[in-house]
């Protein structure tokens, strides 16, 4: 069975710096695309990033320049590097495989404070 664990999150100060990470266990075939989403109080869950199996990554407006996405399929695992945080990045950011079958993660939680 396959899962998706999400570590990384935290309370920061605006302006720092956080890396989550997502590691997926049990095997995966045909991946389409990987990405992070998340989902502020009251509001939808929003794409963040992703990166499909050929390599295009995508950012949402309003974190380009900020994040990056990356990931290292020798450990299975996505990351996303989160700088200059800001309180609008506040909310749980979960991971996501696009293959056969939709896989999420549990979420982890992101606070900034300002």
């Known amino acids: 069975q396959v899962q998706l664990r999400e570590s990384g999150g935290g309370m920061v100060q605006a302006g720092g710096s956080l890396r989550l990470s997502c590691t997926a266990s049990g095997s995966i075939f045909a991946i389409n695309a990987m990405g992070w989403y998340r989902q502020a109080p009251g509001k939808q869950r929003e794409l963040v990033a992703s990166?499909?199996?050929?390599?295009?990554?995508n950012y949402a407006d309003a974190v380009k320049g900020r994040f990056t996405i990356s990931r290292d399929n020798a450990k299975n695992t996505m990351y996303l590097q989160m700088n200059d945080l800001k309180p609008e990045d506040t909310a749980v950011y979960y991971c996501n495989i696009v293959a056969l079958l939709n896989y999420w993660g549990q979420g982890t939680q992101v606070t900034v404070s300002s």
């Open positions: 990166i499909t199996s050929g390599g295009t990554i």
